[in-house]
């Protein structure tokens, strides 16, 4: 047997303890750590333990020898020098960002590989003393021939008076990583205040038992407390919503301690345990009014055999916890105008459920909440509150809703006008119009435009507000074709002779028509009547309508005297027949007339026939004979042409 574990032996059999194979656990209640070791943390490499605290040899690199230990955050990669047979770990423990822990490869002889003092203990107060470690030595690197970690504890006075030995037994390797928690527990004597923890590695080196430590605790272990909301068998926390108020009572109860004292503490918000002034039963009322939102714990604190006063002394109960959540909130949600006979739809969010109430008393748990056909009872206010997962009610909210009512077009009656008259067309019921066709309207964007078609048009007006819910409405325009007379142009004839009047009407709802003068017509009521006048005339076709009034058309007639032409004349100065007179050729003072000799000589030649001719051809008298004329009227009727004889 090693010199070591000689000695380890002899003392637990001198002060009557046992070395045991697996370290002891705290049953009970524990206290706040008086020791919390856990190496703290940073950048690679650690900075070396205070002197007294190991005999073994600190070193930054980061693959320590035998016999040697560093401080760091990790162990992978290039700094893990033992891929093959070490761990690659990283992280400590508590998985803390860059948290350092002590990476150990054992001496080859078993050492006292940690020693650290704990002041200011509470006489007959029962403690224990835990560590964290990991065997890094991977599963299948393990076997005969390599040393597992096996560590012994040991809590001794001051003066080395043994107070408690233990050990871990020999800690397995494991396929991964494994954190393993070893304790020992015991209980100060009276008068003695501080104690020595030791940790032994009684396992050889140099092939194995190569370890990481970490979280070394130190606290009071007392007896069992059981606690809860209400009654001690209760829930173990409660909620609360931001703004509410109640009162919880927390019980707490001490199994086998008959006469302990107690001390309630509270930790809002993480900001650390602070006793409560005067909360020194085994319950506690835990009073909130208008709560904040946080997390607020209590534990009872049971005195370990000393007085309640010192908190390392104390062990303490299970936190009880309230937790006060926050009101969800609902984000604004914008006002909405919709169409009657439209859905809507409004959403809210901020929440897990809803809760609705509208304008008419309705309420509902859906979201979106959706009326398929909005009516104008449906127009308001509506307000929304959401409920949060842990059941917290907001604020409501309010959204207004303007539903524009369904649009009626109203429009004037069918119109009858004259063509080329104008009416006002009239419609109702909207904001907004749109007439279809434009064609003969001075706008198509208001409600009462003026129509001046040319033919019968059916206008369309569109009705809308806010461009939904639109309406559609017509209105003919029937035009009536106004009278329209014509009496066929101007007639030509000569005084003895008749010719028709070609007159033609046009026009919708004609009543009546007729010729005026009646003089000289067969029949002033007939379009085509033949007309006899003995002189010139006008005559004017009146024809009426039902609807548009009158309208008229006037032709002329020419009528001509009757032209008689004598065959001769005797220009003998004698009075008698001295001139080729021509009956009612003076009333054609256009005519053209030209008379011939025999050999094609024009002998005369006069355009009217103001002054008869005398037989004369440029002053001299022209010998007896026949001469031949023509007459042109200008008439556009034939020329006359014979002969005339001048006798002598």
Known sequence: MRP????????????????????????????????NQNFESGANPGAPLAAGITTMNYTINNCPNDGEYTIANSLTGSGNCHPNTWHSVTSDHTGNPNGYMMIVNASEQPSIFFTQTASGLCPNTTYEFSAYILNLIKLDASGSGVSEPNITFTIETTDGKILAIDSTGIIPPTGSPHWQKDSVYFTVPANVNNVVVKMTNIAPGGNGNDLILDDITFRACGPIIESGFASVTGSTSQRLCQGSSADFTLKAKVVGNNNPTYQWQANPNGKGWTDVAGETNNFVVAKFTNAVVGTYQYRLGVANGSGISNVDCRVYSLPLTVIVDSLPVVPPIASQTVCEGYPLHITATGGTSYIWLGPNGKTSTKNPLVVNSVTPADAGTYTVQAVSDKGCTSSPVKITVKVVPKVVAVVSSNVSVCAGESTPLIASGGLYYKWTPATGLDHDDIPNPVATPLQTTTYAVNVSNNGCNDDTKSITVIVIKNPIANAGGNKVIFEGQSVKLNGTIKGDSITSYSWTPATGLDNPALLTPVASPTDDITYTLTVTSRDCGIATSSAFVRVYKKITIPNAFSPNNDGINDYWTIDALVTY????IMVFDRYGQRVYQSTGYAKPWDGTFNGAALPQGTYYYMIDLKNKTAQLSGWILIVK
């Open 4 to 35: 070591i574990l000689l000695k380890l032996f002899f003392l637990a059999v001198c002060f009557g303890f046992v070395l045991a194979s697996n370290a002891q656990t705290c049953s009970g209640s524990l206290g706040d750590p008086v020791i």
């Open 589 to 592: 003072p256009e005519s053209s």
